[in-house]
């Protein structure tokens, strides 16, 4: 079988995602909004929907908030350029709205092939709702900041960017949220580095741990109130919804 590579697995899903008509939000968006950014990076940066700026140019975080989100990812001693951004919605919510239920569960599984291709040491949720995805039970006012491991992987909460466009107060506090991913990143990069010993163990004695692969779903009819593409078991190893109630380890005191 002829090994496929990671680029031609993400511009598939991609062109699956901009031509997904998984829930009614296909009607109104001008374009999907897929995500962007290396596929080795060592962080991925998940918001909650397309603005207006981003159903313009198909490209996450480019009006306002986007902007902060640069100097908020500088803050933290990396460059846009090296991380990937992404949203829970591929499409712009009419009125720029919070999304919905049902469009949450159709775009999940996307989500989730693009968790897998990216593979990042550390997710920063970006606003409640891909913050609930993670910690279904939790208030981004008491644990923003503050990271978890959660099955294997270190998840941090922070504010949405543009929430401190609304509450100047906030501005500050995403700040020093930032500065401070400096060392959780450092600390995961430590532990990373620290199972790496056994895994070269196991490479060479003949059964290297095998990756699951990233497909893109099949496509169905919009709908108003989709069936979603979570009901089967995700290509990608997800399910595709997030977990009921993942167990949530503090990683650091």
Known sequence: MIAVSKEERA?????????CRMCALAETRTHAVPGEGPLDAEVMFIGEAPGLNEDRQGRPFVGAAGQFLSELIAEAGLRREDVYICNVLKCRPPGNRDPLPGEIEACAEYLDLQIDLVDPLVIVTLGRFSMARWFPQQTISRIHGRPKEVDGRIIV?????AAALHQGALRQVLIDDFRGLRAILERARAGLTAAAAPAADTAAAGTPPERPSATPPAQQPAAPAPTSPAAAAAPGGG???????????????
């Not at 511009?11 to 031509?19: F, K, Q, S």
């Not at 909460?157 to 960017?161: E, L």
């Open 157 to 161: 909460p922070m504010y949405h960017p």
């Open 11 to 19: 511009r598939e899903l991609y062109e699956v995602i901009r031509a």
């Open 239 to 253: 399910s595709g919804a997030a977990p009921a109630g993942p167990q949530q380890i503090p990683l650091f005191e």
